[in-house]
T-cell receptor, first 115, second 113 residues
């Protein structure tokens, strides 16, 4: 049983460029979540999917951010026209919704640096 | 809006001793779930322990236990027999029905040998 994986682990980009991150959840997990974590802070929720449906988006998720989960498997998070304030760790988590079991399992994260 | 507050930015404990990390939360719901996650330096978030609000009994996992006070909206984590490997950032988190997790700001735990 492999855990949640994220690629790339590190991304350095110049302001104004687009970046895309990928998350592969634990197989058979039907929910997938994206969070953003800045240094020394707790993760902040961005969005989540149940299967391929995007059920909730945070107000933190500006129009420059878009997430997809085609076919309910892996997910991508794209940031367009990156800004220095987008520099953070982007965490993905997955869970299996059944019978009041709500633990989320996290991936190692993608650290984004915008120069 | 749900909020989670961890009032201790940093704690220290001597190896083999016991330490308690504090967490309070705010919600209008009666059914919810609380978690403690551990994030070692440069490593990924690991679930330490969970508590269902409808259960009165406090959860325990080996050396980790919680003190859940629903009326006071308090959820503290006790680590017994502290080990060097316990050094990490600890986050308290809250969720309703498996939706988004709301995290506190975290407590850095340092373990002295």
């Amino acid at each position: 049983d492999t855990g949640v994986s994220q690629n790339p682990r590190h991304k350095i980009t110049k302001r104004g460029q687009n970046v895309t991150f990928r998350c592969d959840p634990i197989s058979e997990h039907n929910r997938l979540y994206w969070y953003r974590q800045t240094l020394g802070q707790g993760p902040e929720f961005l969005t989540y999917f149940q299967n391929e449906a995007q059920l909730e988006k945070s107000r933190l998720l500006s129009d420059r951010f878009s997430a997809e989960r085609p076919k309910g498997s892996f997910s991508t998070l794209e940031i367009q026209r990156t800004e220095q304030g987008d520099s953070a760790m982007y965490l993905c988590a997955s869970s299996l919704q059944k019978q009041r079991v709500y633990e989320q399992y996290f991936g190692p994260g993608t650290r984004l640096t915008v120069t | 809006a749900q909020t989670v507050t961890q009032s201790q930015p940093e704690m220290s404990v001597q190896e083999a001793e016991t330490v308690t990390l504090s967490c309070t939360y705010d919600t209008s719901e009666s059914d919810y779930y609380l978690f403690w996650y551990k994030q070692p330096p440069s490593r990924q978030m690991i679930l330490v322990i969970r508590q269902e609000a409808y259960k009165q009994q406090n959860a325990t996992e080996n050396r980790f236990s919680v003190n859940f006070q629903k009326a006071a909206k308090s959820f503290s984590l006790k680590i017994s027999d502290s080990q060097l490997g316990d050094a990490a950032m600890y986050f308290c988190a809250f969720t309703e029905y498996g939706n988004k997790l709301v995290f506190g700001a975290g407590t850095i735990l340092r373990v002295k040998s």
